[in-house]
């Protein structure tokens, strides 16, 4: 790191440290293309997933490596996208954090914008910076570790101006517009909302861009061993959930985040889910949750995601957080993604945007599945009847479906005593019973 932004976890952070403010500049990058690479890539088996890696990370490479370059941070990887972040300094004013933000931005989309990952598969970015306010909060989402949840104003800006966003093109917000519009050649965003920059001119804060530039990257990807991949990257059949959370995008409750991060981290236990992430995208902050991993595989992991979502959904309730989500199954890729001083486990594929964008149409606390998920949960699950809608980026209209209430029965060792009663069958250290069978066995 060029500086240090005191951004990061480190292991001084603690669970219980207060959230902290910073004025500075935020850069989301979000990718197209991924899912149709995993989409083209899974029929060639084994080979066709190293492959996948192989290109994932070297794309994450070029952009780590450029955002250090240029001074900022990457703060999360939300699937396939990125978000990174310019802290102001002593040295380094507003303006200065907006125009090196931009700058970097600027060389990812000629570094990577139309890469062909594959004879005829580009890849296409969409780049957005805002400027203001930013709050970071230390929780532990997941339990098995801190990670940094950042909100405040630049969230608020991303919200507006995302939908504005052009591929090919670096947005910049009104407000990160206003710290540098003497500083470059820009066009305003047709729909409002910002301008798209093309360039800065030539003076004392010069340099970003001419030092990115000496190690643009071009071409097409490796094809052979020389990039680094993830030899346990692996395709899956997992059924995912996106937990929206409204309540945080603007400002963080410490204490109100690390309790709805607990409740949601108590109602995946229950039911033999795992939280991911706390994600962060252009949307806001977002938990992501998933049956079917690695080690946390079961036979019935479909109903087990719905049921974990139905008890989700009731404990936020009694927070009295706000929330929505939505859930999919079927196949992604797996694996970790990244470089040597930043990397993450992420899932890619079409389950996973179809999960995202089933979050986004599902009602203030409700709960919305597709076709897959109802049809794997099999019995176990009542849901409400199927409604039609077209989510954004998907190819035409599918049936959702809500979950109402999942069917118990009886444990059936009941009335046998504790010595009688046979051990549960395990898988992976996750045991394959109900609550109510735990319960029985415990008893």
Not at 16 to 43: C, H
Not at 48 to 67: H, K, P, Q, V
Not at 130 to 159: H, K, M, N, T, Y
């Amino acid at each position: 790191m060029s500086s240090d932004l005191n951004l990061s976890i480190s292991p001084r952070t603690s669970a219980s440290d207060p959230a902290r403010r910073y004025e500075g500049a935020m850069l989301f990058v979000d990718i197209s293309g991924f899912s149709a690479l995993s989409k083209r890539l899974t029929e060639q088996g084994a080979g066709g997933t190293e492959r996948i890696s192989l290109i994932l990370n070297a794309c994450f490479d070029t952009m780590i490596a450029a955002i250090d370059r240029a001074g900022g941070e990457v703060i999360k990887f939300a699937g396939d996208a990125l978000l990174a972040v310019w802290k102001e300094e002593a040295d380094r004013d507003p303006a200065s954090c907006v125009r090196k933000a931009a700058e970097c931005g600027l060389f990812l989309q000629r570094a990577l914008h139309r890469r062909e990952m594959l004879p005829g598969l580009p890849l296409s970015l969409r780049v957005c910076l805002s400027a203001g306010r930013i709050e970071a909060c230390p929780v532990d989402g997941s339990g098995r570790g801190l990670e940094l949840v950042l909100a405040g104003e630049p969230f608020v800006q991303l919200r507006a101006c995302s939908p504005h966003t052009e591929a090919g093109k670096v947005l910049l917000s009104e407000e990160a517009y206003a710290r540098v519009r003497h500083q470059c050649e820009a066009e305003p965003s047709p729909g409002g909302g910002g301008a798209f920059v093309a360039r800065f001119h030539a003076g004392a804060e010069a340099g970003t861009e001419t030092a990115l530039d000496s190690a643009e990257a071009s071409g097409p990807f490796p094809a052979g061993e020389s990039g680094r991949v993830d030899w346990e990257a692996e395709m899956r059949t997992v059924s995912v959930l996106f937990i929206h959370l409204p309540d945080f995008h603007e400002r963080l409750d410490a204490g109100r985040l690390r309790q709805t991060a607990e409740a949601i981290r108590l109602a995946a236990e229950q039911h033999g889910a795992t939280v991911h992430k706390l994600s962060l995208d252009d949307k806001g902050c977002s938990a992501i949750a998933a049956t079917g991993l690695p080690a946390y595989t079961h036979e019935n992991d479909a109903a087990r995601a719905v049921k974990t979502a139905m008890a989700v959904r009731q404990r936020l309730t009694e927070l009295g957080a706000g929330f929505s989500i939505g859930l999919a199954t079927g196949l992604v890729f797996y694996g970790s993604i990244g470089n040597a001083s930043k990397r993450e486990f992420t899932k890619i594929g079409d389950t996973m945007n179809l999960a995202a964008r089933l979050m986004q149409l599902a009602p203030a606390g409700t709960v919305l599945c597709d076709s897959a998920t109802c049809e794997a949960a099999g019995p176990a699950i009542r849901f409400q009847a199927a409604e039609t809608v077209h989510p954004k980026g998907m190819p035409g209209p599918i049936k959702v479906y809500s979950p109402s209430a999942w069917r118990t029965r009886r444990a059936p060792n009941a009335g046998r005593s504790s010595e009688e009663r046979p051990k549960p069958r395990c898988w992976s250290g996750i045991w394959s019973a109900s609550s109510k069978e735990k319960a029985a066995w415990s008893a």
